[in-house]
Nanobody, 116 residues
Framework: QVQLVESGGALVQAGGSLILSCAASRSILTISAMDWHRQAPGKQRELVASISRRGITNYADSVKGRFTISRDSAKNMVFLQMNSLKPEDTAVYYC??????????WGQGTQVTVSS
């Protein structure tokens, strides 16, 4: 089991930047992958970025070149650096720990609002 706590969400103007943080209650190197997902009002939750235990990263096409996922294994933290933010990036962002193909844990979410 793992508890996740996100932080860093805020109101920001279009073109601005934010860094989201996710603190895990156990070593993230024991977790298969750490993901960031987001859910906008009236839309399904979608995968934004992921980083595997080996450090391999993947991104949704909509954020490639603008968002960067990273981690600090010593502090059991995962980050999402978001640049060139757009109004369509407005959503609740969730940290997710993939323990196995059938088991994962979610944080409580952090709100990101991008004004035009």
């Amino acid at each position: 089991q793992v508890q996740l706590v996100e932080s860093g969400g805020a109101l920001v103007q279009a073109g601005g930047s934010l860094i989201l943080s996710c603190a895990a209650s156990r070593s993230i190197l024991t977790i298969s992958a750490m993901d960031w997902h987001r859910q906008a009002p009236g839309k399904q939750r979608e995968l934004v970025a992921s980083i595997s235990r080996r450090g391999i990263t993947n991104y949704a096409d909509s954020v490639k070149g603008r968002f960067t996922i990273s981690r600090d294994s010593a502090k059991n933290m995962v980050f999402l650096q978001m640049n060139s933010l757009k109004p369509e990036d407005t959503a609740v962002y969730y940290c997710h720990a993939v323990m196995s193909p059938s088991t994962g844990y979610w944080g409580q979410g952090t709100q990101v609002t991008v004004s035009s």
